[in-house]
């Protein structure tokens, strides 16, 4: 079952907390993605990873860091959290081979008050 | 500068009727140009994609019309059904990871 899974789908911290999203897939996929989605604006990429501990920064990076230890396994921190991060968070992967087919989670729904 | 632009934030028609949603882009290296469809609460899902060496594409329902001159494409949903009603992503690429995103066009279809 081809599958990227997001934990937690919701998520309320304070402006300073630290957060911790995670995201898992089962098809083995090497690139993965974390994006962030506001009302208008569509999907804006903050990291992409193109393997174990290869990442590179998206468009908006700052704020953000990510950690990829295992191909299937790719987390987004928040060190110190700020309002304006409040969004909706999706993760994404895709396979060198599936010609830039994403496929994505769920999504993680985080308020930062 | 935006790579990708979705003319509409918003579209409403009937039932029965064929929902047109036009993106432009900017870079000429892009090739490859899919249709992400958006439920609420749900991640974007590939619905339909072509290739610029294509200036059609034809799955069921939804049509993809390509002007690789003009720098445009267009989908089509042909006999549109309140079942349809999401949020469309049209997306561009150049043949590497990187995918650029429109900022969706919410289609509403009317019973």
């Known amino acids: 079952d081809m599958k990227v899974t997001q934990m937690p789908r919701y998520l309320i911290k304070r402006m300073g907390e630290n957060v911790l999203l995670e995201c898992g897939q089962d098809m083995s996929h090497e690139t993965m993605y974390w994006y962030r989605q506001d009302p208008g604006l569509g999907l804006q990429l903050i990291y992409i990873?193109?393997?174990?501990?290869?990442?590179s920064e998206g468009d908006i990076p700052k704020g953000y860091r990510v950690s990829r230890k295992k191909r299937e396994h790719f987390s987004l921190i928040l060190d110190s959290a700020k309002t304006n991060q409040t969004s909706v968070y999706f993760c994404?992967?895709?396979?060198?081979?599936?010609?830039?087919?994403?496929?994505f989670g769920a999504g993680t729904r985080l308020s930062v008050l | 500068q935006q790579q990708v632009r979705q003319s509409s934030q918003s579209l409403t028609v009937w039932e029965g009727e064929t929902a047109i949603l036009n993106c432009s882009y900017e870079n000429s290296a892009f090739d490859y140009f899919p249709w992400y469809q958006q439920f609420p609460g749900e991640g974007p899902a590939l619905l339909i994609a072509?290739?610029?060496?294509?200036d059609k594409k034809e799955d069921g329902r939804f049509t993809i019309f390509f002007n690789k001159r003009e720098k445009n494409l267009s989908l089509h949903i042909k006999d549109s059904q309140p079942g349809d009603s999401a949020t469309y992503f049209c997306?561009?690429?150049?043949?590497?990871?990187?995918?650029?995103f429109g900022d969706g066009t919410q289609l509403v279809v009317k019973p």
């Open positions: 072509i290739r610029s060496v294509s």
């Open positions: 990873s193109y393997d174990v501990d290869s990442n």
């Open positions: 997306a561009a690429s150049a043949g590497d990871n990187r995918i650029f």
């Open positions: 994404a992967s895709s396979s060198r081979e599936g010609q830039n087919t994403l496929y």
